[in-house]
């Protein structure tokens, strides 16, 4: 098995996929941190990424980290006012992370539409680009650090980040960031972590939860190719993991895939 196959989780329901996840999360940031002395995250928005937030702020394994050594780094964002509450990093901050001792300067949130760029999202992106490329080590790829963990959401057209079906952001090769315009889903806007980014990071997990999210999660698992469905494009260094609820992996033929290890 190579790291690029996905292993599954499939869980009885979308809270006690949060809830596991948390677990699982948190394990790994603790164990990196033991290794290394820091860990490094990006986060995901949408309802399972929220979800999951909540569910570590609600963990009294929280305390094990250590959340001054955390990075936290976005997949991507909606390129509006920063205090605009669609913003990911806004309803990160409600979720979890304004009750945690992060240290500001290791919260690396994206650019927004009012900060030092204005409207220029391709210039905001960019800006983002430098900052991964500051933080990475001399051995880490592309100019992006090797994170422990990146969280994804899979949306119902098999989405990840804010890289869509057939869109032009699904086949840049040489950008770790990018703008994107004309999104399909609102707003249309936005700054995205690209494909060759994502397969940088150590660990790659994509969330799905409910059944709006069957079609998408069987059609990414049939290996139909990056362009048609994003999500087969998303994987990791050494370890891709889906974690599923029953409805999500409800169109799954189950003898496909192995389950994952603890």
Not at 9 to 36: C, F, G, P, S, Y
Not at 207 to 234: I, R
């Amino acid at each position: 098995m190579t790291a690029a196959t996905p292993q599954l989780v499939v869980h009885r329901d979308k809270e006690l996929m949060a809830q596991a996840a948390a677990a699982r999360l948190i394990t790994r940031i603790v164990d990196a941190q033991a290794a290394r002395g820091t860990a490094s995250v990006v986060l995901t928005g949408g309802r399972n990424g929220n979800a999951l937030l909540a569910a570590i702020a609600a963990s009294p394994a929280r305390d094990a980290v250590d959340w001054g050594r955390l990075d936290l780094w976005w997949g991507d964002e909606r390129f509006v006012p920063a205090a605009d509450p669609d913003r990911n990093a806004v309803q990160a901050r409600a979720e979890l992370l304004d009750a945690v001792p992060l240290d500001p300067a290791r919260v690396h949130e994206m650019p927004a539409a009012d900060g030092l760029d204005g409207s220029d999202v391709e210039a905001a992106a960019a800006r983002y680009a430098q900052e991964l490329a500051k933080a990475a080590e001399p051995g880490d790829r592309l100019g992006v650090p090797a994170f422990d963990v990146l969280l994804l959401g899979v949306g119902p057209d098999t989405h990840v980040a804010s890289l869509f079906p057939e869109h032009p952001g699904v086949r840049e090769t040489e950008l770790t960031v990018i703008g994107v315009r004309g999104a399909p889903k609102p707003p249309p806007t936005r700054i995205s972590l690209t494909l060759p980014a994502i397969r940088a990071a150590r660990e790659v997990w994509l969330l799905a939860a409910g059944e709006d999210k069957a079609g998408a999660v069987a059609l990414a698992l049939s290996g139909p190719g990056e362009l048609q469905a994003p999500a087969s494009g998303a994987y990791g260094r050494s370890r891709t993991l889906w974690l599923l609820d029953r409805a999500a992996a409800d169109r799954i033929p189950p003898q496909l895939y192995p389950p994952a290890s603890a």
